[in-house]
């Protein structure tokens, strides 16, 4: 029996954020995209998460689908059969942090939403994709889907994340982190932090040339990454 697969997108993002890795994840398996936009805690996405799910399952999160991820393991860790974290940090909220972020609830508050999208676009993907045109539609979609209402609860959400890092501790389950080699969001040295503390059962995987939207950048390689993922100590 194959672990049922629970997907938690990041920031602005929709499941079309892993669009290309549905067919490949869902064939003979259950797949469900968590609701990350109607809470502005990280607590209370998470029970909604939970509230929705089998009672085990396989959890994969971006970026801010990987804070949602932490928090999951935090309330429920038997519950969790393997573990993924895409472009994400295990790293605690600081004020240094929270404070472009409060400057983007501003301006989503103020009606300047397609300013912040615009804004956030120059830091979501590697350089040599910023004239990816498809690209940028497909991000500004999910975006203009989530609306500035949602954004705002996320971000509020994000700003009071805790450090998760004592949550990868000893973690005794297939863990994949990966990482773009040019995310400038989430850095590779904040991937490495989070393999090194979970010790043997993670699998670092950097993809180079790749920026912070890795299922979008490089779809071929995520989802190949994913599959191994989701086979490694198969617990049928």
């Known amino acids: 029996m194959k672990d049922p697969l629970v997907l938690v997108p990041g920031l ?14 869902a064939d003979g398996r259950l797949v469900l995209v968590a609701e990350h936009s109607r809470d502005d805690s990280l607590g209370a996405i998470a029970e909604r998460l939970l509230a929705a799910a089998p009672p085990r399952f396989a959890l994969c999160g971006l970026s801010m689908g990987g804070y ?20 994400t940090s295990a790293r605690p ?30 830091r979501l993907v590697a350089p040599a994709r910023l004239a990816d045109e498809r690209l940028r539609l497909t991000v500004r979609r999910m975006a203009e ?47 490495r932090e989070m393999a090194g503390i979970v010790g043997e059962q993670a699998r670092l995987a950097t993809l180079p040339g790749c920026g912070h939207l890795s299922t979008l950048e490089e779809p071929e390689r995520v989802t190949a990454e994913l599959a191994r993922w989701l086979e490694a100590g198969h617990s049928g």
Do not use: H
């Not at 949602?68 to 472009?87: M, N, Q, S, T, W």
């Not at 972020?101 to 300013?115: F, S, T, V």
């Open 12 to 25: 602005s993002c929709n499941a079309a954020l892993y669009a290309p890795q549905w067919s490949a994840l």
């Open 68 to 87: 949602v991820a932490f928090e999951v393991l935090r309330r429920a860790p038997g519950r969790v059969a393997r573990l993924a974290l895409l472009d």
């Open 93 to 122: 909220a600081t004020p240094e942090s929270n404070e472009p972020r409060a400057q983007m609830i501003d301006l989503a508050e103020k009606g300047a939403y397609d300013n912040v999208t615009t804004l956030l676009w120059q």
């Open 145 to 191: 889907d989530i609306g500035a209402d949602g954004f705002v609860r996320q971000q509020k959400a994000i700003m009071q994340r805790p450090d998760s890092r004592p949550a990868l501790a000893g973690l005794a389950l297939p863990t994949l982190v990966l990482v773009g080699e040019e995310d400038v969001i989430t850095p590779v040295e904040e991937a």
